[in-house]
Structure formats: C-alpha cells, structure tokens
C-alpha cells in the first residue's frame, strides 16, 4: 500500500502562485516510480477536473483551463509530486488531490476511472481571490 499526503495549498490573490506537493510514502519500492500521476481539483457546486497528468514515461499534458500556466513534475528521489501554479485565477480553486495508477496514463482514463485509481491522497485545498 501507498499511502499520498498533499500539501501547499493556501489562499493567495489573482496573479499569485502556488506549488503543490504530493508525497509518497508506504511501499514505494513496488514500481511505484513507473506509475502515471495526476492532480484532479474539486470545487464546490461544480464536477470534479482532471488538471495535469505525468506518465510513465515522463510525457506530460494538462487540462485546457491549466495549459500554460500550471506545470506537474516528478522527484523520484523525494517519491513526491509536484504541481507548480502561476497566474492563478479565482475559477482555480478547489481541493487539489493527487492520484496514481500503474494503468490510467491518461486525463480522461484517470477521469473516467476516478474511483479505481489505485492510490489517491486526501488534498488541499487551494483559495484564489480576486
């Protein structure tokens, strides 16, 4: 079992950044590291949205609404996520949860198979103001 603990929301004003951190702890040592990761947010009152994806093989992509302005990235040696936000904008926030699959590599497969991910933290919640 993996267990995934996020931290680093906050509330920041429009235009601010944030980075969000998922960690990885438990056994890590099963091909953990081959696993596809993503970050999904969930705001009040509107569907969950898968945000940014990193495979296996270190390919990224992101949801519409983030292109350009938020980056996932991976430190193996930390076994933590990563999810850097710049420009922030009121319709960003949410509670930030991380996910990971050895099978959905993908936004819309881990969308579509939210409930069957393998490993998915608790989040954080993140608070944009205008």
């Known amino acids: 079992q993996v267990q995934l603990v996020e931290s680093g929301g906050g509330s920041v004003q429009a235009g601010g950044s944030l980075r969000l951190s998922c960690a990885a702890s438990?056994?890590?040592?099963?091909?953990?590291?081959?696993?596809?990761m993503g970050w999904f947010r969930q705001a009040a009152g509107k569907e969950r949205e898968g945000v940014a994806v990193?495979?296996?093989?270190?390919?990224?992509s992101y949801a519409d609404s983030v292109k350009g302005r938020f980056t996932i990235s991976k430190d193996n040696a930390k076994n933590t996520l990563y999810l850097q936000m710049n420009s922030l904008k009121p319709e960003d926030t949410g509670m930030y949860i991380c996910?990971?699959?050895?099978?959905?590599?993908?936004?819309?497969?881990?969308?579509?198979?939210?409930?069957?991910?393998?490993?998915r933290g608790k989040g954080t919640q993140v608070t944009i103001s205008s």
């Open positions: 996910a990971a699959d050895r099978h959905f590599c993908t936004i819309a497969d881990m969308s579509e198979n939210y409930y069957g991910i393998d490993y």
């Open positions: 990193l495979d296996s093989a270190g390919s990224t």
């Open positions: 438990g056994d890590t040592d099963s091909g953990y590291r081959d696993y596809c």
